[in-house]
């Protein structure tokens, strides 16, 4: 008994470190992937950029892991034989969705703004996900240290961003993250299951990025047929590395959704996110304001969310809802 709640112990926290990293590079892909946007005065087209490079990786990557290959055949005869519906395929959409979103939306909302939106509705669908169950996932009670892990986390984003908080442009727009968000609690619970059916993460890794990759090249084509082309391509090498950053944020995701649930995921990344956020801004700052105080406590508000659903995680449920 005493072995197994160290091995639990253990798993919880390579879980919640595996969590924040992922989230520290969502931080630094959304970094990266701003500046090309503001190079290329181009959101779409940035966002294209970073998707089709992952796939280029992962098409470089893919036929020499034979654990990916054989995800390739299981996931063929599992769609074909229907087992697998084909909706299960379509979680790089949403992630493509999110991008979207935040070009038609960030910049008339505020960055912080966008956030809190899109950070509530992906905890709020997380733990209905969680809930329910989806597909292989298993079923995760709603839990009071569960419920309270998640208000302290929506919480924590928005005391951090307080600082930057306005609306420019309509305020339906919060529609918008509030949707994106939604999709992404989505995307991480279908990619999980696809990473159960096919024992590849590496697989579902790379549904997500053809999939991602196919919707933003429709978007940006009707983009530029209306904008028009004539982009400036920077030289800056780095700012081409936001496809690879994503990689890592996808397979992690894919890993540890089946193990952790699709909520503590999302709580670990949002504390690496803010926690990533804030060290970007130390030690390379987009402008001369410094950090706001606001910020520093709300990663600390964050970080105490990961705890709480940390606690919750090795403790006896007792289910707020009945089933």
Do not use: C
């Not at 520290?24 to 089709?52: C, H, K, M, P």
């Not at 992962?58 to 654990?67: A, R």
């Not at 993460?201 to 940006?220: H, K, Q, R």
């Amino acid at each position: 008994m005493l072995r197994t709640n160290r091995q639990n112990r253990r798993r919880t926290l390579a879980g919640i470190f595996a969590a924040v990293i992922a989230g520290a590079s969502i931080a630094t892909q959304s970094r990266i992937n701003g500046e090309l946007a503001v190079e290329l005065q181009d959101s779409t087209l940035a966002a294209l950029i970073s998707f089709g490079i992952g796939l280029g990786i992962l098409t470089l990557i893919v036929p020499f892991v034979p654990s990916a290959r054989a995800g390739f055949r299981t996931l063929r005869t599992e769609v074909t034989s229907k087992r697998l519906p084909w909706w299960y395929l379509t979680g790089g959409a949403f992630g493509a969705f999110f991008v979207l979103s935040q070009g038609l939306a960030a910049s008339a909302l505020g960055v912080a703004l966008f956030t809190v939106a899109a950070v509530a509705s992906q905890t709020i669908s997380s733990a209905v996900i969680d809930r329910v169950g989806l597909g292989s996932l298993q079923k995760r009670p709603v839990t009071v240290l569960r419920v309270v892990a998640s208000v302290v986390a929506v919480g924590a984003v928005l005391f951090s961003g307080l600082a930057d908080l306005h609306v420019d442009g309509s305020f339906v727009l919060v529609f918008l993250p509030l949707i994106a968000g939604f999709g992404i609690g989505w995307q991480q619970a279908i990619n999980g299951h696809v990473r159960q059916v096919t024992r590849s993460p590496l697989t579902a890794t790379y549904v997500n990025f053809v999939v991602g990759t196919t919707v933003l090249s429709i978007a940006t084509i009707a983009y530029g047929l209306v904008r028009g082309w004539g982009h400036q391509f920077p030289t800056d090498p780095v700012l081409y590395m936001g496809g690879a950053v994503g990689i890592v944020v996808i397979v992690v995701a894919a890993v540890l959704v089946p193990i952790t649930g699709v909520l503590f995921f999302v709580l670990g990344s949002v504390a690496g996110q803010v926690l990533g956020a804030l060290a970007l801004e130390l030690f390379l700052p987009t402008d001369s304001d410094g950090v706001a105080a606001t910020t520093v406590i709300g990663a600390v508000l964050t970080l105490l969310a990961v705890a709480i659903a940390s606690f919750a995680s090795q403790r006896p449920p007792k289910n707020l809802l009945s089933n």
